[in-house]
């Protein structure tokens, strides 16, 4: 038997990739303090709105700049589903009755707000998907406008330029986790099967993808669409999250923050949404302590106001420099094993600890004779 | 007589704006001959295989695959009905593997619904192994089996050449055309690329339509040619009749001919 990699072992994956993530999460979710709580639920919001917005930037190879247009979509439509009848007369003037008595729980309301943004999509991209590279770009751009146009003149449907607050929340930071590792799961089979296949073809060559008979025009409209599903779902998630809205969040801030972030993290995998929405969620934040001034040793530095943003911006070009495929580049950990039945029915075999072991052992006794070192892989043979 | 499987294009001309880059194309191409397109530069030869698979669309004339007109469907519908090419300068997915590259071809006649992909049940497995398998024979066909699991993009050029006609075989096509499929190779090369179509064509039995300037390629493997030249064919027959053309040599030549 061949001495396997630690990375082969389906003990150790399921450590690194799921079990600590998760303790983190939920020692997070009972331990930490309010506001880093709502931090790290903003960090897996973010997650998600990168990884689908990865879909069609780099998997499919449309960069669509229109993704917080869809995000709104989802915020609004969840906002309105799940407030309750009295908050919205209350909070909207003029609000027509069916939509004051309209009401769903939380789920139903993220699955309509996905489901609309779907539609939208479809809709605007067997419009815009013709055009190719920069001019597609500029085109999905103009969605934030038309939908930042829509949402604040409709005054007694969404309360216009005012905006919506007191939004109910109703996923703590491990709901949101789940409805993550929910959509990641979707996402990822959606890559690894012929449709990510076409999608890879049309990024890499339209002309040479439709000659071999694949229908280029649906499949971008498709992975167009199911980005903007996710897309509105981590909008409704967002919205529950911030506890109000207005349309001038949904503006060309938060849209080229979610292309930043996918562009930084590495747009050509899922994994690097992760590295993305980990940079510009807690950077910015960590970084805003120093511009009140601090000291390295004897040197004071003094307050700098948009210090932040200097830095930020320096990482960015480093990293696009330095790694233009992002800082994942083209290396996933989201991998087959993480959803695989084999994974979780290796987790119960006696042999899947002990090869753990093994390799735990082999690592550490690295520095002592190479004899022992095979003498253990030796014995283990003869056991099996 | 015409069979289904005959490719037969009827007045078929292309205007680009000022440019009329074919006049009046008629021709057949018989089910499992191997037939040759040639022409000087800018005779119109690549268009009418742009036509033929649908990239573009005649501006007149009638493209017909047994009684499918070609010329009214869509570039991907086109590959549905049979018929597969290669680009004149490569067009391979750069930054899939080899074997990936073989199943976007095969994934035509794989198909299967989101919701096997979505929980992998036994139709996507099945379909996903019967693709895997089949990628395998049609790289040994061509003979980079050994590349399967490279990027595209980190072969040699020739083998990217091959791997793109082996893409074309995945689609189970009745008539390949190959654009060029000589174009930077020296003549060893051109000569195991004429052996190796040969050998494709054996196996197959599929049509082939070589559009090419290299005269030994063409000569060595056509059982029937095309002669084009601006945007008109000139002449067509055996490749011993066309080599004794006048107008072939002239526009070939620019001139009369000197020896026998």
New interface residues.
Partial sequence: MKNKKITQNSGFRFLIVIAIPLAFFIICQFSMSAYWQKMITLFLINVLLCASLNLTNGFTGIFSMGHSGFMAIGAYFTTLLIMSSADKTARIEGIPGWLANVHAPFWVALLIAGVVALGVAALVGSLVLKAKGDYLSVMTLGLIFIIKGIVENNDSITNGSRGLSGIPNKLNLLGVLVVLILSLFILYKVVHSSFGRSMLAIRDDEAAASSLGIHAAAIKILSFSIGAFFGAVGGGLWAMLQGTISPSYFYLNETFQIVEMSVLGGMYTLSGSFYGAAILTFLPQLLSNLESGFSIGPVEVPALYGLSNIIMSIIFILVIMFRPRGVSGTSEFITDTMFSAKTYRDLFHRETWQEFADIVKTVFTKNKSKAEVLHTTEKKEEKL | MATSEDLVLRNVSMQFKGVRAVDDFNGTFEHGKIYGLIGTNGAGKSTVINMI???IKPTKGEILLGDVRLDKL????I??CGL??T?QNL??????TVE?NI???E??H???GFFD??F?TGK?RN?ENAMRENAKKYLDMVGITRYANQRADNLAYGHQKMLEIA??LA?DPKILLLDEPAAGMNPNESLQLVEDIKRIHAETNITIILVEHDMKVVMGLCEYIYAMASGKIIASGTPDEISHDQAVIEAYLGGERKDA
């Fill in positions: 698979t649908g990239s869509p570039a991907y519908k590959a549905g597969a090419r680009f067009r391979v997915f750069k930054q899939m990936e199943k976007i071809a994934q035509m794989h198909r299967y992909m979505l992998s996507f379909q893409r074309c689609t």
